[in-house]
């Protein structure tokens, strides 16, 4: 019996690495189950790694340290967070609405994490390729609202109720906007020999492979014009600064989530993490190339191949450079020894991880359809994808450290006046010369 | 090894032969299940932000059952227009009325023995038409390209290639519909023009 497993198992997974369509087109549950596992595991790495990272980014754009104590330059906060959380008291108000103050926050993190079945970080590393993708993401993220409004009633509360009606009124608004500059992007889609767009994740960055070129520069300024209220109004959509109506904290405390503490807030983070990722990879894949690597079409051949499939190795050198100069700046204090031991060994990981992608860069550049040069084409897709949507992460700590809070009829006037016609007049605009140009 | 295993190595991920849909009656039964229960207590419950989530799991089940008959399109669009537009639109305008007063007022539109007897003409009307126009439903499933389901549906409604579509006329009056509709909210609300 071990035996066979032992012979089964590398066959199984050698199997898995030569496929080219997703586990959900393949009909393979247990696929699609290790990808779910895997994605989820990601995701809450992700928003750990954010959480500590934004603290970080925030401090040093304010000139202070921020979190520095627990573990070298606060690098274990999250977990220490994470740890104080779940062992805090969760405090469910007498007058609340127990059973909808119970499930509001469960609603939020559903949404949030069932648009990930979709998001393409290649072309067959994604759970499922559904041919209505697109409007599968839209509308499960949107049922995130729905979260946010049922919370804020059931707490039955002044701030929260306040901060649940800003929500839903500006994410209904924004949401107009945003669909109509996402429609404009799929209208590009359908400039092929047949004349068909499509609505499939996967389908629109191949759109874009055929095309050659990333939408955001298609008939310019146009897709330009379109990716930019797109990337104001997924702002709006996920609450965050300088939308952040619905949790000003300088005039309605926390917002929606006042009344929640401990385990069950931190699954309101956890939600609004996992939803800003979600919708970077909206944006990602429609306006910036989902998994394509960038220049496709100018530096094009196997020796610009070979230096890209370099990068994900070179990056994770470079994090190692970082921590090994954290470990000689240390200070040479007893205290700091086991700081220094922990940075070391976190660094002596990233090395081990980088050197493990150069060789599999190295092993792989071959063209043929061998496990190692099909290995490195998949490190490739998601290294870039997540890349992209990384830079989009670091861009909404950047928005929160720089713009002051919008006034609320402010907010109302820049969706509905300003952002609302301009993406209408985008969308004609497209349809038109798209129409001149096939 | 066991049964698992095997089926999982078996439908490995180059197969095309795993497209069948699982599970199906089960799914079904599951979703009508939850559909009806939760219709039921949208009309039981005196909360009415109970009533209005209630609602909401009944448009999801509904829209699974969308997703079952092939039609992914139309369950997509289910869940964004009705469950995360309209139904927000419902709760923004419920969660400002005072539950604890309305508990208290008197139900004076108790209309059981009206609704009863209109359900109950619907159910015939509906055993009556299964009984005698059973040729007009398909005695199989159909199973239909998944996969092209929205172009088909965007052929239908604007044409193909220059021709126009069957419903193209009934499209676009329906849009010039709510046309109406909308300038009429904008009237509405505008006190001068």
């Known amino acids: 019996m071990p035996n066979m497993i032992a012979i089964w198992m590398p066959n ?15 009909g393979s549950q247990f696929w699609a189950l290790i990808y779910v596992l895997i994605i989820f595991a990601g995701v809450s790495v992700a928003v750990m790694s954010m959480n500590w990272l934004e603290r970080k980014a925030l401090a040093h754009f304010q000139i202070r340290l921020g979190p520095m104590r627990v573990g070298p330059h606060g690098l274990l906060q999250p977990i220490a967070d994470a740890l104080k959380l779940m ?22 993190l559903l949404a949030a994490f069932t648009v990930y079945t979709v998001i393409p970080f290649g072309p067959s590393q994604a759970v499922s390729d559904m041919n209505i993708g697109i409007l599968f993401m839209l509308g499960v993220s949107s049922l995130g609202v729905l979260g946010v409004v049922v919370a804020g009633w059931a707490s039955n509360s002044h701030y929260p109720l306040i901060g649940a009606l800003r929500s839903s009124a500006q994410m209904v608004s924004y949401e107009v906007a945003m669909g109509l500059a996402v429609v404009s992007a799929i209208l590009m ?87 800003m990722i979600a919708v970077s990879s909206i944006a990602v894949t429609l306006w910036l190339g989902g998994w394509m690597r960038p220049f496709v079409r100018l530096l094009h051949g196997p020796s610009w191949d070979f230096i890209f499939s370099l990068f994900p190795g070179l990056t994770f050198l470079g994090l190692a450079a970082i921590a090994f100069v954290g470990v000689l700046r240390m200070p040479a204090h007893s205290f700091f020894k086991i700081q220094k031991i922990g940075l070391a060994a976190f660094g002596g990981l990233l090395g081990f991880i980088a050197l493990m992608l150069l060789v599999i860069a190295i092993a792989g550049r071959s063209e043929d359809a061998s496990i190692g040069s099909r290995l490195n084409e998949s490190i490739g897709y998601i290294y870039w994808f997540l890349l992209k949507v990384a830079v989009f992460m670091y861009l909404f ?10 006034r609320f009829d402010q907010l109302m006037r820049v969706g509905w006046k300003v952002l609302l016609p301009i993406s209408l007049a985008v969308l004609i605009v497209t349809a038109i010369v798209g129409v001149l140009v096939a | 090894m066991n049964p698992a295993m095997n089926s999982a190595l078996n439908s ?44 909401i799991v009944t448009l999801l089940s509904v829209a699974g ?72 439903f398909p005695d199989r499933m ?17 044409g193909d290639g220059g021709r126009i579509g069957p419903y193209t006329f009934a499209f676009e009056i329906a849009s010039l519909l709510l046309l109406v509709a909308i300038l009429g909210a904008v009237i509405m609300t505008k006190k001068k023009i």
């Open chain 1, 12 to 26: 199984f997974i050698m199997s898995y690495l030569g496929s080219t369509v997703t586990p959900g087109e393949a």
């Open chain 1, 189 to 275: 889609t359908s400039l092929n020999e047949k004349g068909t767009g499509t609505l499939s994740m996967i389908g629109i960055v191949r759109a874009q492979e055929q095309q050659g070129i990333w939408f955001i520069f298609k008939f310019f300024p146009l897709g330009l014009i379109a990716f930019i209220i797109f990337a104001i109004a997924m702002i709006a959509e996920t609450n965050r600064a300088p939308f952040d109506m619905a949790e000003a904290e300088s005039e309605l405390t926390a917002g929606y989530h006042t009344e929640y503490s401990g385990l069950r807030w931190s699954l309101f983070m956890l939600a609004e993490y996992a939803a």
């Open chain 2, 12 to 55: 490995g991920l180059n197969s095309t032969a795993g497209m069948a849909p699982v599970a199906i009656p089960y799914f079904f039964y599951g979703l009508a299940a939850l559909a009806v229960v939760s219709g039921f207590l949208v009309i039981t419950r005196r909360n009415v932000v109970h009533s209005a989530l209630a609602l």
């Open chain 2, 142 to 158: 159909m199973s239909l390209p998944e996969s092209s389901n929205t172009q088909q549906i965007a052929t239908m409604l604007y």
């Open chain 1, 87 to 108: 062992l805090k008291e969760d405090i469910i108000p007498t007058e609340a609405d127990q059973f909808v103050f119970w499930i509001a926050p469960l609603i939020g």
């Open chain 2, 65 to 136: 059952l969308y997703l079952m008959l092939y039609a992914p399109f139309v369950a997509g669009v289910q869940i964004i227009v009705y469950a995360g537009g309209i139904m927000v639109l419902f709760l923004f305008v419920i969660m400002l009325v005072n539950i604890e007063r309305s508990f208290k007022e008197r139900r004076f539109n108790s209309m059981w023995p009206v609704a009863l007897s209109a359900a109950g003409a619907l159910f015939t009307l509906f055993v009556f038409a299964f009984a005698k126009g059973r040729a007009l």
């Open chain 1, 397 to 406: 700590i950047w928005y929160r450290a720089t713009w002051p809070r919008y």
